[in-house]
């Protein structure tokens, strides 16, 4: 999302209840938080379709304990990142780009409210292509087209 974005979206929050979600992730970062140092992480989730469709809510992930660093180890596993792969939190920041455009299911709850517990049920890795369209294929040319007739034919 661009600054532009959020400032459009700015005091037009949505509250999304605790419920089972279509979602898209449209932001996601690791920091050190300004006045504790703590690590933590945020992914913006989107809600793509029914009532609640373009609604939007934040999950915090605090790294800064054992307990956190287990839910969000298992979270973003599920969201297809790579957590076997050891990574500071600048290199977890910048991994945490490639989430953007995931799309999930999800199951939300309050437990202690006003945080929000996000369950990640399934995910899909967005549907696009890998290669650049500029990269020349390394597979050979198609073979041209045998000259067909009567006589060619086997049987």
């Known amino acids: 999302m661009t600054f532009a974005d959020d400032m459009a979206a700015a005091g037009n929050e949505v509250a999304v209840p605790p419920g089972n979600y279509d979602v898209e992730i449209v932001d996601a970062k690791a920091w050190h938080a300004r006045n504790t140092g703590t690590p933590t992480a945020k992914l913006v989730f989107r809600v793509r379709s029914g009532p609640l469709k373009d609604a939007s809510y934040d999950q915090i992930l605090n790294l800064g304990n054992d307990v956190g660093r287990a839910v969000a180890k298992e979270a973003l596993t599920m969201l297809g990142l790579d957590m076997a792969v050891r990574r500071e939190l600048e290199e977890l920041d910048t991994a945490m780009q490639g989430l953007i455009g995931v799309t ?51 049987f």
Not at 107 to 124: D, H, L, M
């Open 104 to 154: 999930a299911n999800v199951t939300t709850a309050e437990r202690n409210p006003p945080f929000r517990e996000t369950q990640i049920n399934t995910s899909q890795l967005p549907l696009t292509s890998t290669r650049p369209a500029s990269a020349p294929s390394s597979l050979p040319a198609p073979a041209a087209p045998a000259a067909a007739g009567d006589d060619d034919i086997p």
